[in-house]
């Protein structure tokens, strides 16, 4: 990510990482999709394209399961006008979409619930194979500028099936660290650059899509 004294979009006083814990947010009907996480997920999307302060940014939406992403599509479709998808060059997919790509902002939807999702659902999502592993690289390392992570369950809960920490708990912990301290800064330069100034990060290989 951007060097945060450098952040270009959003609010300057805002932490490049926001937790957005949407309470009381399950899964439905014994799938992967969570109706309430991605109507806040897409609540939120929407009001970023039509906020000045995200005008010109990329916007992508990251989901962990397959089926949530899907469900977040349809809504994106429904609420965001195909204009603004190319005005900001809008995407939702999962990790593998996101193979050597990048966009200023990026959109996590988690979708596990801890209550209703079998904890295994979430071990596979982390385990400790070369390209599960590669995924969660590619995951986490896409956005350029700004990172808002939708979570239904709270972030201590997102620990393998043995109740070892896994990768994402860390990260959450990361990212919860980052929000923490980004209260903290005084103030931010903005240095917008042009999209042709924008660096490409290496595109990863070997990667497959979670199902």
Same mark, same amino acid.
């Given at each position: ?20 814990? *949407? ?31 995200? /005008? ?6 990251? !989901? ?12 994106? +479709?429904?609420?965001?006008?195909? =204009? ?6 809008? *995407? ?31 071990? /596979?999502?982390? =385990? ?18 700004? &990172? ?8 201590? +809960?997102?620990? &393998? ?7 994402? =708990?860390?990260?959450?912990?990361? !990212? ?28 990863? !290989?070997?990667?497959? /899509?979670?199902?």
């Amino acid at each position: 990510m951007t060097d945060v004294r450098h952040k270009r979009f959003g609010s300057p006083e805002q932490s490049v990482i926001q937790l957005h814990h *949407v309470k009381d947010a399950h899964i439905s009907g014994g799938s992967q999709e969570n109706d309430r996480e991605a109507r806040a997920v897409v609540d939120l999307l929407a009001s970023m394209v039509d906020d000045p302060d995200y /005008a010109g940014a990329s916007i992508g939406v990251l !989901c962990l399961f397959e089926e949530q992403v899907a469900l977040v599509n349809e809504m994106v +479709t429904d609420r965001i006008d195909p =204009a603004k998808w190319e005005e900001h060059e809008l *995407v939702v997919v999962n990790p593998d979409g996101f193979q050597g790509d990048e966009r200023d902002v990026i959109l996590y939807s988690l979708s596990w619930d801890n209550d209703i999702m079998p904890r295994a659902a979430l071990s /596979a999502r982390q =385990a400790d194979s070369k390209q599960t592993q590669g995924m969660l690289n590619v995951a986490f390392t896409r956005a350029r500028d700004e &990172m808002h992570v939708f979570h239904s369950a709270p972030i201590e +809960t997102f620990s &393998m099936a043995n109740a070892r920490e896994g990768a994402i =708990a860390k990260w959450l912990e990361h !990212c919860a660290r980052v929000e923490r301290e980004g209260g903290q800064r005084v103030s931010v330069v903005r240095a917008r650059s042009t999209p042709s100034s924008r660096v490409k990060l290496p595109r990863h !290989c070997g990667l497959v /899509a979670w199902r």
